[in-house]
């Protein structure tokens, strides 16, 4: 039997956020829902382009981890962040990213060309 999140070193506990963020669709995800109030499915897919399968996938990693919350009205789930510091968290990594690509002209281009990510509120 596992050890409950009380009982583990928090280095192990901010590792496995960092599990739930290290992919791209679900860090796509998170940055939508960053934009948004919240979101149905549908839209999260037509957003992302997934296969509504691949898509319930990386939203079950994303609640497992505590970054997403879902709430069902009649046949639609709806998502949202489950913290707003969640948004900071991805504005943060990509002003550190901006910087990590100053030299690379091209990325640094790409990245600026990003769309905005909201302030928490």
């Not at 739930?20 to 957003?47: C, F, K």
């Not at 913290?83 to 990213?97: E, K, S, Y």
């Amino acid at each position: 039997m596992g050890l409950d999140n009380s009982e583990r070193p928090l280095y192990e506990i901010k590792a496995n956020l960092f599990k739930g963020l290290a992919h791209p669709y679900r860090i796509r995800v998170l940055e939508i829902l960053a934009g948004v109030e919240e979101a149905p499915v549908s839209d999260l897919i037509a957003e992302t382009g997934l296969e509504a399968s691949h898509l319930s996938q990386h939203l079950a990693v994303l609640r497992r981890y505590g970054l997403v919350v879902s709430e069902r009205r009649a046949s639609v789930v709806y998502y949202r962040l489950a913290f707003p510091q969640v948004a900071d968290l991805l504005r943060v990594a990509r002003q550190l990213l901006t910087e990590l690509l100053k030299d690379s002209q091209k990325h640094h281009v790409s990245a600026l060309s990003l769309p905005a990510i909201a302030a928490a509120q």
